[in-house]
Nanobody
């Protein structure tokens, strides 16, 4: 599966942004993948943000719980990351990823075998 992330940009603190991740699959349907979002801030390791499993179950990092959601549209082969009440510490490159063997949502990076190219999100006034 090939993943293309988009929607990043510059936003003020307290603002909102929606990231999109479009998937191109062959021989296997998009709905059979657990999808996740990760991020990497300058000088830091990549960290888990949110995940959605095959049947819609979700899991979030504590740092984004209550502010971010991860809906998916299987008809459009797309997963989103809706980010609200953004903070400067949310500034990072955001990556979408697909896990081919996971059933439910997963925060474990090693389970994701497919990665998109990343999109920059900057939260600043």
């Amino acid at each position: 599966v090939q993943l293309q992330a988009s929607g990043g940009g510059l936003v003020q603190p307290g603002g909102s942004l929606r990231l999109s991740c479009a998937a191109s699959t062959s021989g296997r349907t998009f709905s059979s993948y657990t999808m996740g979002w990760f991020r990497q801030a300058p000088g830091k390791e990549r960290e888990f943000v949110a995940s959605i499993g095959l049947h819609g179950g979700t899991y979030y990092a504590d740092s984004v719980k209550g502010r971010f959601t991860i809906p998916r549209d299987n008809a459009k082969n797309t997963v989103y990351l809706q980010m609200n009440t953004l903070k400067p510490e949310d500034t990072a490159v955001y990556y979408c990823a697909a896990a081919g063997l996971a059933y439910g949502p997963s925060p474990r990076e090693y389970e994701y075998g497919y990665w998109g190219q990343g999109t920059q999100v900057t939260v600043s006034s």
